[in-house]
Structures are given as C-alpha cells and as structure tokens.
C-alpha cells in the first residue's frame, strides 16, 4: 500500500484545529497526523523513536520560533529544542508528570511545558507563555500587535508594531525608525532597503476599535494579516515495565 495522504492541520498553519483531546489552538493529534503532515523527515522519525511527543510554532516579535519536547517515559528524559538549538535536557527523571520553564526569543519570554497525566499511561502536554496558554497568549497578543507579510526584491519580510511601545521588527530585527504627528494621526518612517516605510496611526473614531495602524511601502498599503498559533501534540500512550 502506498504511504497514507496528508493530514490538512498541519498544512493550514494559521488556523486552530482539535484533536483527540484539548482546546482549539492547543490540538492533541494523532501520531499519523505528524508523520504525514508537512512537518520534515526528521520530524516524523523523532516521532517514530516515541521520545517526540510535542511541536509548537510560537509567533513573537523577533519571529516564529519552534519548540520541539521530547519525553521519554521509560527514563523520564525531557528535552527540549527551541528553533532546532537544545535549551534544556533532563536524562533522568523519576517523576513522570509536573513542568518545564525556559526562555524563547531575543527577549528572553517565558515558557513553560506542562506535562499532565490524562488516565493509566498517556500523558497530555500543553504550552503556556507568560503564564498563558498559547492560545490566550496569541489572542491577547493579537491585540497589542499589528503584523503585514510582504515580499521586496525577492525576500519575504514579517514587519511586527509593538502598538504599546511602538517599536517595530522586521524579520528579527528592531528597526530605526522616526516618528512625526501628522493632522490625522501619527506616523512612524523607517526603511526596508532602498524601499521607505511608513506605519499611520489614525483613530478610528470608534471605542472599541480604537487605532487603526496602516503600513505603507513606498506608498502601496499592504494587507494586514492575523496570526494564529500553531500546536501539533500527542497524546502519548506509553507502558512502563
């Protein structure tokens, strides 16, 4: 027989899905949906050894950073890669269940995995950053963020506004920028290359939406876009002898 098709949630990236248990967002997969989604070879023989039990793609100012956990529950392992790099390894571990804080991101945030023991031998995992689950963190983000994708002279650029401070990043870099007021507004310039930047900032004359952030590119808007977490966990099944 041939090799089973792919599994669409890990193919639509910025859409929630849920799986055999959990919230939207937060989705414990089955293990054949990581073996034959869009993740890489890699990914699914780490799956098979039965140690890879959780991916998730986290959406910061400074990037998309990924976060791999391996458990292994014979021996209690626990390792962790953020962005391929090893940030935490724990060989031996008697205690099966309890969590795992670390650090993602050029601004130092928060992490913590949680490992939970959901009945006999399978064990949930779940991500919290800043002391949020990752779905309230990036709902709560989406609100203090504004993100545009675009692509110039053939580089694909993420351009992030931190609307609190009003520091803006471009794929993992703070960028300089000037700031003037405007008779409708504000606006903050800076410069992508030989291309000038500009992000508006106009009230939108209405309470709850507030301010509206517009980027121009050498004065063509670009389309705002919304980012969604990306979970893939298993819901790992393991006997020990």
């Known amino acids: 027989m041939g090799e089973p098709s792919p599994r669409r949630c890990l193919n639509d990236l910025l859409v929630p899905s849920t799986g055999q248990s959990g919230t939207a ?3 414990v997969s089955c293990r054949r949906c990581v073996l034959y989604g869009s993740g890489s070879r890699d990914l699914a023989e780490r799956t098979m050894s039965g140690d890879l039990v959780g991916v998730w793609e986290v959406a910061l100012s400074d990037g998309i950073h990924r976060i791999e956990f391996e458990h292994g529950t014979t021996t209690g392992k626990r390792v962790i890669c953020v962005d391929g790099k090893e940030v935490l390894r724990r060989d031996w ?34 991500l ?23 692509n110039l002279d053939g580089v694909d650029c993420r351009v992030v506004l931190e609307k609190d401070t009003m520091d803006i990043w471009c794929n993992g870099q703070k960028m300089e920028t000037a ?4 008779d409708d507004g504000t606006e903050t310039h800076f ?27 050498d004065g063509t808007e670009i389309l705002l876009i919304t980012e969604l977490p990306l979970a893939v966990s298993m819901l790992a099944v393991k006997f020990r002898f």
Do not use: P, Q
């Open 93 to 126: 571990m008697f205690k099966l269940v309890g969590k795992e804080s670390f650090n993602v991101g050029s601004s130092d945030t928060k992490a913590t995995i949680n490992i939970d023991a959901v009945s006999g031998f399978a064990y949930e995992y779940t």
């Open 128 to 150: 919290e950053i800043n002391g949020k689950s990752l779905k309230k963190y990036m709902e709560n983000r989406s609100k203090v963020t504004s993100t545009w994708l675009l």
């Open 179 to 182: 700031g003037e007021f405007v």
């Open 25 to 27: 967002g937060e989705a």
């Open 191 to 217: 410069t992508l290359g030989d291309h000038d930047c500009c992000i508006k900032a106009v009230s939108s004359g209405r309470r709850r939406d507030g301010i509206i952030h517009t980027l121009l590119v």
